[in-house]
């Protein structure tokens, strides 16, 4: 039988009892009449009542699907048995999740577990959730990981500098996932390796290789990286996705997919540093879905096989979007695991069996504890925006995920920049990676042109912004940046008043509201989105055109990714523009950050920029040396 993505097959697949158990279904039907299909979050978004008293529908893509195998031959349906369709049903009575909490019997327990069955408003009530099944009396026990609430904005001026100390104190202790012995487990063999190369990758020379990688500013490291590709048919894709990857408007890979898609594609392990819009999101989903193509179909209690793990509710919910939309010609299901949502929906779905899970680390840990989440057939982990999710504070826990998944998993790791502790990671998780640097590292998008606004005082930010935001939305959509959850409010109420379609984004919004605006900027209904910098890591949003940075970002890895919502995957018409007051000390330092960045990627240091920046006293210390004086 054709075995799809496995051209170099292995031994295993010549085995006939063995392919027999892998996934094998009927395709969902033409690709462009699935994507005229109503979408399951549409559905579920579509159908939330404006009261807050009724619980959340649960969404219909973590449902149980009519079909829900993989397909081998256009006649493979026939394959599946009604005892496999029984054994994907979710039985209420015997689904463990339900008996763990209905276990539990001291009252904090119960309270616990009666909340499992509603949504959830911040992260901060799951884990309080989780501790108390766990009949963990004492939150802060020994051995619980220091980690900062994933819906935390820490976007108030009284964040903006705080000191190491100062953010300790606004941690939490979550327990850590139990160690796994994995030696005393016996794990069944899995494929990894899909990827051959196409005639004409074969065909380069090194001085080839060596000229498209500088002209796809591209640095590579580790054993025998695979040559970039030229195009996405050179990765040899199953002809499904393929069909997939064309309808979705994929036309020439970029620097990050080009070279990234051999390396995950051959079984190996990915470290991907690039800019944010470069991108990335494809590089990881296309080798996933190769990746679940080759497996053994799940049996009851089974599954996922891939783990997604994001910092945030909304690039969750983002990359759960997208992976459904290349899934859904297989009935690959995909489910959302984050806060904001009915733990207890997701639970079932989990129970239900899911091939991917994308999560945040703190969600997903409780999804584990309560026992809805086996780990034991994962074989391919996502880590996306690990910088941030390290900022945030969820290194423990990202380690305490890993430290559950077979040692011999494939790995991608994915960052826009590359500190200290993001190498100690990778040493520790990954296994002789490739490392793909794309571009230079902690410069904003060189696509995107960036200038500065220096203004005489606070008071005029709010006069320009009116008089100019119109213009930028003549060009494409725009993206607001505040530092505070009220400035948010107020910046945008301002702007609605002056005729401004405008719409605002914050932590105190709950995850429905959340997705609500999100939608309505997504489809065009309003054209300025106002935020705090919860959405400054992973919104992919094609029509923004401008980002504002109406307040400064508190550091500069966070403007990069500000910067990046604008020229995404290689659009050359962004721009960035920062609003910067005179004899504000914050901004003098941001000024001083900025101007290097803006030098290495080739732009134009305006004169009042330069001028604000001497103002920082470091950076007048820094041009007085190179002064020599």
């Known amino acids: 039988?054709?075995?799809?993505?496995?051209?170099?097959?292995?031994?295993?697949?010549?085995?006939?009892?063995?392919?027999?158990?892998?996934?094998?279904?009927?395709?969902?039907?033409?690709?462009?009449?699935?994507?005229?299909?109503?979408?399951?979050?549409?559905?579920?978004?579509?159908?939330?009542?404006?009261?807050?008293?009724?619980?959340?529908?649960?969404?219909?893509?973590?449902?149980?699907?009519?079909?829900?195998?993989?397909?081998?031959?256009?006649?493979?349906?026939?394959?599946?048995?009604?005892s496999r369709k029984k054994s994907l049903a979710c039985d209420d009575?015997?689904?463990?999740?339900?008996?763990?909490?209905?276990?539990?019997?001291?009252?904090a327990q119960r309270v616990a577990a009666a909340a499992a069955t509603a949504g959830y408003?911040?992260?901060?009530?799951?884990?309080?959730?989780?501790?108390?099944?766990?009949?963990?009396?004492?939150?802060?026990?020994?051995?619980?990981?220091?980690?900062?609430?994933?819906?935390?904005?820490?976007?108030?001026?009284?964040?903006?500098?705080?000191?190491?100390?100062?953010?300790?104190?606004?941690?939490?202790?979550?327990?850590?996932?139990?160690?796994?012995?994995?030696?005393?487990?016996?794990?069944?063999?899995?494929?990894?390796?899909?990827?051959?190369?196409?005639?004409?990758?074969?065909?380069?020379s090194n001085i080839d290789v060596t000229n498209r990688r500088r002209a796809l500013e591209i640095r590579v490291a580790g054993a025998a990286v695979p040559r970039p590709i030229l195009t996405f048919s050179d990765c040899g894709l199953d002809p499904?996705?393929?069909?997939?990857?064309?309808?979705?408007?994929?036309?020439?890979?970029?620097?990050?997919?080009?070279?990234?898609?051999?390396?995950?594609?051959?079984?190996?392990?990915?470290?991907?540093?690039?800019?944010?819009?470069?991108?990335?999101?494809?590089?990881?989903?296309?080798p996933l879905l190769q990746h679940l193509l080759d497996q053994r179909a799940l049996e009851k209690g089974e599954g996922p096989v891939g783990i997604i793990l994001a910092p945030t509710r909304e690039l969750s919910e983002q990359i759960h979007r997208e992976i459904r939309r290349f899934a859904k010609?297989?009935?690959?299901?995909?489910?959302?695991?984050?806060?904001?949502?009915?733990?207890?929906?997701?639970?079932?779905?989990?129970?239900?069996?899911?091939?991917?899970?994308?999560?945040?680390?703190?969600?997903?840990?409780?999804?584990?504890?309560?026992?809805?989440?086996?780990?034991?057939?994962?074989?391919?982990?996502?880590?996306?925006?690990?910088d941030r999710m390290l900022d945030m504070g969820f290194e423990p826990q990202v380690r305490s995920i890993a430290g559950q998944i077979r040692p011999d998993r494939q790995v991608?790791?994915?960052?826009?920049?590359?500190?200290?502790?993001?190498?100690?990671?990778?040493t520790d998780l990954l296994t002789n990676p490739v490392r793909i640097t794309v571009g230079m590292l902690g410069v904003a998008n060189a696509d995107v042109r960036q200038c500065a606004v220096i203004l005489p005082s606070e008071s005029d930010k709010a006069q320009w912004l009116t008089q100019n935001v119109s213009a930028y939305v003549d060009e494409g959509d725009v993206i607001i940046f505040a530092s505070q959850r009220s400035r948010v409010d107020t910046v945008q109420a301002s702007?609605?008043?002056?005729?401004?379609?405008?719409?605002?984004?914050?932590?105190?919004?709950?995850?429905?509201?959340r997705m609500r605006v999100l939608d309505a900027f997504r489809s065009g209904k309003e054209h300025v989105l106002v935020a705090t910098d919860v959405l400054a890591r992973g919104l992919d949003v094609r029509t923004i055109k401008t980002v504002i940075c109406f307040d400064a970002a508190r550091d500069m890895d966070t403007h990069v990714h500000r910067v990046g919502r604008a020229g995404r995957a290689g659009d050359k018409e962004g721009v960035a523009v920062s609003l910067l007051v005179k004899g504000v000390p914050e901004d003098a330092r941001f000024a001083a950050g900025l101007i290097p960045g803006l030098v290495m990627a080739g732009q134009e240091v305006a004169p009042d920029l330069y001028d604000l920046a001497m103002k920082d006293p470091h950076f007048q210390r820094g041009c007085s040396r190179r002064k020599g004086g």
Not at 94 to 104: A, I, L, R
Not at 130 to 144: E, F, H, R
Not at 145 to 173: G, H, P
């Open 412 to 426: 991608l790791l994915f960052t826009a920049t590359l500190p200290r502790k993001i190498e100690r990671l990778v």
């Open 1 to 82: 039988a054709y075995k799809p993505g496995s051209k170099k097959q292995s031994s295993r697949d010549n085995d006939d009892d063995y392919s027999s158990t892998r996934w094998s279904g009927k395709p969902s039907g033409d690709v462009a009449s699935n994507e005229d299909e109503i979408d399951p979050l549409d559905s579920f978004m579509a159908g939330l009542s404006s009261t807050s008293s009724a619980t959340a529908p649960r969404p219909a893509a973590h449902s149980s699907r009519s079909n829900p195998s993989l397909p081998h031959t256009s006649s493979a349906a026939s394959s599946i048995s009604k």
């Open 121 to 204: 408003d911040s992260d901060e009530e799951v884990y309080a959730a989780a501790a108390a099944m766990d009949g963990a009396n004492n939150p802060t026990t020994a051995g619980g990981a220091a980690v900062k609430d994933s819906d935390d904005d820490s976007d108030d001026d009284s964040d903006r500098f705080l000191s190491a100390e100062a953010l300790q104190k606004r941690m939490k202790k979550v327990d850590s996932l139990p160690p796994v012995d994995h030696s005393l487990i016996t794990y069944e063999d899995f494929a990894k390796d899909f990827y051959e190369e196409s005639p004409s990758v074969r065909q380069l």
């Open 240 to 286: 499904l996705l393929m069909e997939v990857v064309e309808k979705s408007g994929f036309s020439d890979p970029t620097s990050i997919q080009a070279q990234a898609l051999p390396a995950a594609l051959s079984g190996r392990d990915v470290l991907g540093v690039a800019k944010t819009g470069s991108g990335k999101t494809a590089a990881f989903i296309l």
């Open 495 to 513: 702007l609605v008043a002056a005729g401004v379609r405008a719409v605002s984004l914050h932590g105190d919004l709950d995850q429905h509201a």
């Open 329 to 386: 010609p297989y009935g690959i299901r995909v489910a959302a695991a984050f806060g904001g949502l009915s733990k207890f929906d997701q639970m079932k779905a989990l129970r239900q069996g899911v091939e991917v899970a994308v999560a945040t680390p703190g969600r997903l840990i409780d999804l584990i504890k309560s026992k809805a989440c086996p780990m034991n057939r994962v074989t391919f982990l996502v880590i996306d925006e690990a």
């Open 93 to 107: 009575e015997q689904d463990p999740g339900v008996e763990f909490m209905g276990s539990k019997k001291s009252l």
